[in-house]
């Protein structure tokens, strides 16, 4: 038996080949065979699941149908508020937290008839990219289990890969839905800023956190955005303009289209694979009509840097709320500094920590100046650096990651190797400009790789035409060969 694409399962639910129950129970059964292994999920909601399934396939037979997510199992990482599921953001001071509302984007989902499967596993409040930060234990890749998933969307990433989910949600705050996309070999999209609401969304860094989907193939990402994208008068960064169609450009071909090589996301320190793999698809696009330039971004290079002084600097003042008062665990203290000191020394892994100490002394007065405000600077740069390039290309093109998976441990002891994983996904943050990354092949291991396709702020259709463009000429259609012993 072979996984349902959303597209396909979408079909066959209204065909009457599948029900809701098969295909929930499909990924049910595949997560009892995996997760062991894999450890996608921090949470199942088995009767949940089944609850859902049965309450879409009785809207099916009443003829009531609520769009292309109807009755399909979905996974949402665990930093999205989920009423009556606990609701970790794989930290131990959110442990236990069971939360009294849904966020804005799982209920879009559940109002469509989605079926919730669970909570998946993450880096601690977003903040790593291998899902080894999680304070519950680390992922592992489905294409080789001694490897990590990428992250911090780990979790849905490896959903959806290995079939335990059709559509996974996970959220981008400087790479964490494309690059565990890019490593476990699906599709993962970071929208433009502003299009899907963050509200009950655990903020880690909010001028850059955006919600996305990761999906097995572009055309499913799409339907998936579609779901999610609409104003939130909840969330004050909601975007109020009219939406663009995310479909307008699917099915136009590459021919004419200008893609933009940037220069500074490529050469030293990617792996010869990733290059080699990039150089391919860059030279099929264009033997297919592309008009291939080469552009230089120089604030590229800075760009980590400054991302690094503002995501700590958000996430410091984020994470005060989280005191041993209001959620989660609480350590007793003779007085409430003590007890907010004693809660915060426990509940946050080294990580969080740093962050906070990271973003707090570059907050400080005196330091200010130095630091936060330069930052700010550089991220203006970046903005007119990609305004600049878009006056000439349609959309910018790198790897998604500089590697494949790396081995579980090979990056813990070194923070600052593990922020080069998003070397290539921060700089759209910064931008609020959507990205998408694409699998295009597999290096010597075996393991997958990712194209990234960036474009400006509400160019969701370019993007996806590109995507799509990519997708059809490479034919990327390998899966975790392990998936024939998990079956
Ligand atoms: N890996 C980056 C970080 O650790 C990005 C994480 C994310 O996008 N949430 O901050």
Not at 282 to 307: H, K, N, Q, R, T
Request: contains cysteine; negative net charge.
């Amino acid at each position: 038996m072979t996984d349902y694409t959303l597209a396909e399962a979408s079909a066959g639910l209204r065909a009457g080949d599948v029900s809701s129950r098969e295909l929930t129970d499909r990924a049910l059964d595949r997560a009892a065979k995996t997760e062991a292994e894999l450890h996608a999920y921090l949470t199942i909601d088995h009767d949940g699941a089944r609850a859902a399934a049965e309450s879409a396939d009785s809207a099916f037979a009443h003829g009531r149908d609520a769009g292309p997510l109807q009755g399909i199992p979905v996974a949402l990482k665990d930093n999205l508020i989920t009423r009556g599921i606990e609701t970790t953001a794989g930290s131990q001071i959110l442990a236990g937290f069971v939360p009294p509302y849904d966020g804005t984007a799982v209920q879009r989902l559940k109002g469509q008839g989605s079926v919730v499967i669970g909570k998946t596993n993450l880096d601690e409040f977003a903040m790593g990219s291998s899902t080894e930060n999680s304070a519950f234990g680390a992922s592992r890749n489905p294409w080789d289990t001694n490897r990590v998933p990428g992250g911090s969307s780990g979790g849905s990433a490896i959903a959806v890969a290995a079939g335990s989910a059709v559509v996974g949600l996970g959220s981008d705050t400087g790479g964490s839905i494309r690059q565990p996309a890019s490593l476990c070999g699906v599709v993962g999209v970071k929208p433009t800023y502003g299009l899907v609401s963050r509200y009950g969304l655990i903020a880690f860094a909010s001028s850059l956190d955006q919600i996305g989907p990761i999906t097995r193939t572009v055309d499913d990402a799409v339907t998936a955005l579609e779901a999610l994208a609409a104003h939130d008068p909840l969330d004050a960064t909601s975007y109020r303009g009219s939406f663009p169609n995310f479909r307008a450009e699917l099915d136009d071909a590459v021919d004419g289209l200008k893609i933009g090589v940037v220069r500074e996301l490529s050469g030293d320190g990617f792996e010869p694979d990733v290059d080699a793999a990039f150089q391919r698809t860059i030279d099929s696009l264009s033997a297919a009509g592309a008009e291939v330039i080469e552009v230089s971004l120089p604030s590229m290079d800075v760009s980590l840097s400054a991302y690094y002084l503002i995501a700590p600097a958000e996430a410091s003042s984020n994470l005060s709320r989280f005191d041993g008062v209001r959620y989660g665990l609480r350590k007793d203290g003779r007085t409430v500094e003590e007890m907010m000191t004693a809660t915060r020394a426990e509940g946050f892994g080294p990580e969080v920590t740093r962050r906070i100490l990271l973003g707090t002394y570059a907050l400080s007065a005196g330091y200010y100046d130095a630091f936060y405000r330069q930052a700010q600077k550089v991220r203006t740069l970046v903005i007119r650096d990609f305004k600049a390039a878009y006056e000439k290309v349609d959309v910018l093109v790198s790897p998604t990651s500089p590697t494949t998976a790396f081995e579980i441990g090979a990056k813990t002891q070194d923070p600052l190797s593990m922020y080069l994983s998003d070397i290539c996904t921060i700089p759209s943050n910064l931008a609020g400009d959507p990205a998408i990354s694409v699998p295009v092949g597999l290096d010597r291991d075996g393991l997958p790789i990712g194209f990234q396709i960036m474009a400006p702020a509400l160019g969701e259709a370019v993007m996806f035409r590109a995507a799509r463009a990519v997708e059809d000429l490479v034919a990327f259609d390998q899966r975790p060969s392990m998936l024939e012993v998990w079956t």
